[in-house]
């Protein structure tokens, strides 16, 4: 990463810090995040499904957008790019880098919803509310 330091997620799980090199990442896609005090987060795609080891190189902005997602629910959960950022009625993702993102709020007894945000670069704050639909009763 530019610059070095990078916290290094792998599938949600921590891996280690920029520079890194992993060994036996398992063949397929996988969602990389990289974190750094005081820059944007940062999410890439690796495919490593054709057996290769898959390499990424990433800028690191300094200012990100803040995303405010609310739920209405303090148990719900969301969810950005596959991996839980937080649960309750109001959670905020700190410092993203633009781009679009795929968001998720599950609750448990209600429907999943689902949303593909256009995050602008440099902005202060994006609110996203995302309504859930109670399951049908059996």
Same mark, same amino acid.
């Given at each position: ?40 987060? /940062?999410? $890439?795609?690796?495919?490593? %499904?054709?057996? @290769? &080891?898959?390499?990424?190189? =990433? ?45 998720? /709020?599950? $609750?448990?007894?209600?429907? %999943?919803?689902? @949303? &593909?945000?256009?995050?602008? =670069? ?17």
């Amino acid at each position: 990463s530019a610059p070095d330091g990078a916290t290094v997620f792998l599938d949600g799980e921590l891996v280690g810090t920029t520079p890194l090199a992993l060994d036996d990442v398992p063949a397929g896609r996988h969602v990389v995040r990289l974190e750094m005090s005081g820059r944007a987060t /940062v999410f $890439r795609t690796l495919d490593t %499904s054709d057996g @290769s &080891r898959g390499e990424l190189e =990433a800028r690191i902005p300094e200012n990100g957008t803040a995303l405010k997602i609310k739920t209405g629910a303090d148990d719900a959960t969301v969810m950005l790019e596959g991996h839980e950022m937080g649960t309750g009625s109001r959670v905020t993702i700190p410092d993203l880098e633009r781009g679009f993102y795929d968001i998720e /709020v599950i $609750r448990p007894g209600y429907k %999943s919803a689902t @949303s &593909r945000l256009d995050v602008p =670069a440099n902005f202060d704050v994006l609110e996203q509310h995302l309504d859930l639909l109670r399951k049908p009763s059996r």
